[in-house]
């Protein structure tokens, strides 16, 4: 089933969900193979992928204003989680998320990843939240990916860096994605293992908060790769050094 039937209209199911998230990208291949045949509009588009958190979290909210500085310059974003193939797939440049040892030796370094457990202020007013052992009191938020399993983004990991070894907490929910889970944290549903630079709008405008100082870094930064044969277009320049002024200005 993939359709909820709702007094306002449909809602995908978790199913949906998970076949929208797998087939948009092949829907979106095809309407580039048809739009690329137009000279024009190709020598004004840029093609960007990156992970489906990084897109929603970190690029689509800060896309206004690349679009006010180049408002000619047309910005395809290919969200995906697997690693997409730069010149078969006719993308011109990929924010990935890995190790040093996967990065292309040509790619540029842009943040490292932190984490530290993130929540609603509201949450907060219904139980304290003071040392970590207090999370047993709450329901926490996992990522639960069975197609990319992220060991290193498991609550156990904070935890032990944090001192605690075994905690058991008031409930747990499991996302496989994690704008899904940062969403739920939103919604006052948990506390979710919360992943800089992705949440720091959310922490910034108080959105979020993030209760303890303890953060640990992953072993996987973010670095941005071109596709060699477009990265002389002007388009894939501007947006390049459009994205290293937002990183270098912290933002």
Known sequence: R?????????RLTADGDRLYRSVQSALRQLQD???????HQDAQRVTVTSTMAFCSLWLI???????RS???VDVRVAANDRVLDLGRERIDIAIRYCTRQLAPNDAHWLFTEELTPVCTPALLKTQKLRRPEDLARFVLLHIDDRDNP???LAWSTWLEAAGVRKLKSAGSVRFNYFDQCVRAAL???GVALGRMPLVNDLLADGSLMAPFATRISSERSYWLVRNGPAASRPPVERFAEWVLKRVAQGD
Do not use: C, I, K, T
């Open 70 to 72: 180049f408002p000619a």
């Open 187 to 189: 919604a006052g549903q």
């Open 61 to 67: 909210p800060r896309l206004g204003d690349f679009n």
């Open 2 to 10: 993939l359709f909820l039937r709702e007094r306002h209209g449909l």
């Open 150 to 152: 992220s060991p290193w």
């Open 33 to 39: 193979a048809v739009e690329s045949l137009d000279p």
